[in-house]
C-alpha cells in the first residue's frame, strides 16, 4: 500500500496527471523505483475511492482529455499521519522470505543440485553481470543527484540501493567460488539429480 502514499506525496508537491506522477518518479527517485501504469491507475483508484484525491478532467484541443489529481484535505491528513508514522498505514509488515520470492535467480538456486558445476558458475556469471549493472546505474544517478544537490533523503535511499547491490555481488562471488570447488570434487553429469 506504500504505492499509493507515495503517489498522495507526489501529488501534494503538485497536482498533476497520471503521466506526469510517472515522470516525477523517474526523474526524482530513478527510473529503478518508478511505476508502470499496472501499479498506477488503480493506485489512483483507489485513492480516489477513498476521497484521498480528486480528479478533474482537462480538455486538449488537438490531444485526449487528461486527467489531473488533486489532493483532498482528507488526502493530506492520511499522507502526514503516514509520513509521521502514526496511525495505521494498512502496511503489514513484509513476509519472511519475501528476498526469495522477489528474485527468480535465488528460486533456481534452490535446484542448482540438479545441474553441473559449469551451468552454476554460467547462471551465477551472468547474475553477477546484473548486478554489477545495476550497481552502475545507481552511482550514475547517485553522481547525477549529487550534481543536482537532490534531497539528501532521495540520495540516501539510492544509497541504500547500491550497498544492496554490492551486498549481492558479494554473495554471489562466494556461490561462484562454491560451484568452482564443487566443480573441482564432482564432475557430475548437468541435469541429472542424485
Same mark, same amino acid.
Not at 32 to 41: E, R, T, W
Given at each position: 500500500m506504500s504505492i499509493d502514499y507515495t503517489i498522495l506525496g507526489v501529488l501534494i508537491e503538485s497536482p498533476?496527471?497520471?503521466?506526469?506522477?510517472?515522470?516525477?518518479?523517474?526523474?526524482?527517485?530513478?527510473?529503478?523505483?518508478?511505476?508502470?501504469?499496472?501499479?498506477?491507475?488503480?493506485?489512483?483508484?483507489?485513492?480516489?475511492?477513498r476521497g484521498w484525491i480528486r480528479k478533474r478532467v482537462v480538455h486538449q484541443r488537438r490531444s485526449?482529455?487528461?486527467?489531473?489529481?488533486?489532493?483532498t484535505p482528507a488526502g493530506n491528513a492520511a499522507f502526514f499521519e503516514w509520513l509521521s508514522g502514526s496511525g495505521d498505514s494498512g502496511e503489514a509488515e513484509p513476509v519472511r522470505y519475501?528476498?526469495?520470492?522477489?528474485?527468480?535467480?535465488?528460486?533456481?538456486?534452490?535446484?542448482?543440485?540438479?545441474?553441473g558445476p559449469e551451468q552454476v558458475a554460467q547462471q551465477g556469471a551472468v547474475e553477477l553481470g546484473r548486478v554489477s549493472q545495476q550497481i552502475a546505474d545507481l552511482?550514475?544517478?547517485?553522481? &547525477?543527484? #549529487?550534481?543536482? @544537490?537532490?534531497?539528501?533523503?532521495r540520495r540516501m535511499i539510492v544509497e541504500y540501493g547500491v550497498r544492496y547491490?554490492?551486498? &549481492?555481488? #558479494?554473495?554471489? @562471488?562466494?556461490?561462484?567460488?562454491?560451484?568452482?570447488?564443487?566443480?573441482?570434487?564432482?564432475?557430475?553429469?548437468a541435469g541429472r539429480s542424485s
Open positions: 498533476a496527471h497520471g503521466y506526469s506522477i510517472k515522470k516525477y518518479l523517474l526523474e526524482n527517485f530513478s527510473r529503478h523505483f518508478g511505476v508502470n501504469d499496472g501499479q498506477l491507475y488503480p493506485s489512483l483508484g483507489r485513492l480516489e475511492a485526449p482529455a487528461k486527467h489531473l489529481y488533486r489532493v519475501d528476498f526469495y520470492w522477489r528474485h527468480a535467480f535465488l528460486q533456481r538456486c534452490g535446484f542448482f543440485r540438479h545441474l552511482e550514475g544517478v547517485q553522481e &547525477r543527484m #549529487d550534481q543536482d @544537490a537532490a534531497d539528501p533523503y547491490q554490492k551486498m &549481492r555481488r #558479494d554473495w554471489l @562471488a562466494e556461490l561462484l567460488e562454491i560451484s568452482a570447488g564443487s566443480a573441482a570434487r564432482s564432475p557430475r553429469v
